[in-house]
């Protein structure tokens, strides 16, 4: 199975700061790679696929980049809306697997 | 509006059984291939089984293979997952979602969850 292992597990940012989120696949995965937002008691929101394509209607603060094993989720601008838990998951093979989660908290 | 309404979930003594539902609406849900994915504390996020559109490929994560069952009726919109042997460490909200229409094996629309515990 492919590992996914996100860093850091969680941050503190305030509003306006730049964020960044990394997620390292233990194998190399190509581009098949998604970002979800998750908030406390809600279904994760699809953000990202294929490394670097932004879901229709995703703020254009939110990028992704990345290819082979390394793969980063950047917010440019971090908006009130955003503090949340983000999760990388690999759709190269399966068992299609997540990353534990990040969760980005109020400074 | 796509919508995806998962139902049956409750409490289960180990070794029981089960069987969830995924109402699909809002989409031509007979051209989308769906997707069990499942979350605990202790577990984090977890995709556990994906059918495709017509029922042709199936996959189980190797932690219910042989114990989970996945199964659609595209005439009626749903989705399904029998689930047997149940343990405790299938404790877990049961979300159904779909894949293809955007990205590779991405899971694009999610239902809103059901909650399954395994517990004597």
């Known amino acids: 199975d492919i590992q996914m292992t996100q860093s850091p597990s969680s941050l503190s940012a305030s509003v306006g700061d730049r964020v960044t989120i990394s997620c390292r696949a233990s194998q190399s995965i190509a581009s098949y790679l998604s970002w979800y937002q998750q908030k406390p008691g809600k279904t994760p929101k699809f953000l990202i696929f294929d490394a670097s394509s932004l879901q229709s209607g995703v703020p254009s603060r939110f990028s992704g980049s990345g290819s082979g094993t390394d793969f980063t989720l950047t917010i440019s601008s971090l908006q009130p809306e955003d503090f949340a838990t983000y999760y990388c998951q690999q759709g190269y093979s399966t068992p299609w697997t997540f990353g534990q989660g990040t969760k980005v908290e109020i400074k | 509006e796509v919508q995806l309404a998962e139902s049956g979930g409750g409490l289960v003594q180990p070794g029981g059984s089960l069987r969830l539902s995924c109402a699909a609406s809002?989409?031509?849900?007979?051209?989308?291939?769906m997707n069990w994915v499942r979350q605990s504390p202790g577990r984090g996020l977890e995709w556990i089984s994906y059918?495709?559109?017509?029922?042709?490929?199936?996959y189980y994560a190797d932690s219910v293979k042989g114990r989970f069952t996945i199964s659609r009726d595209n005439a009626k919109n749903s989705l399904y997952l029998h689930m047997n042997s149940l343990r405790d460490e299938d404790t877990a909200v049961y979300y159904c979602a779909t894949t293809g229409s955007y990205g590779v094996n991405s899971f694009h629309y999610w239902g809103q969850g059901t909650l399954v515990t395994v517990s004597s």
């Open positions: 809002g989409f031509t849900f007979s051209s989308y291939n």
């Open positions: 059918i495709s559109s017509s029922s042709g490929p199936i």
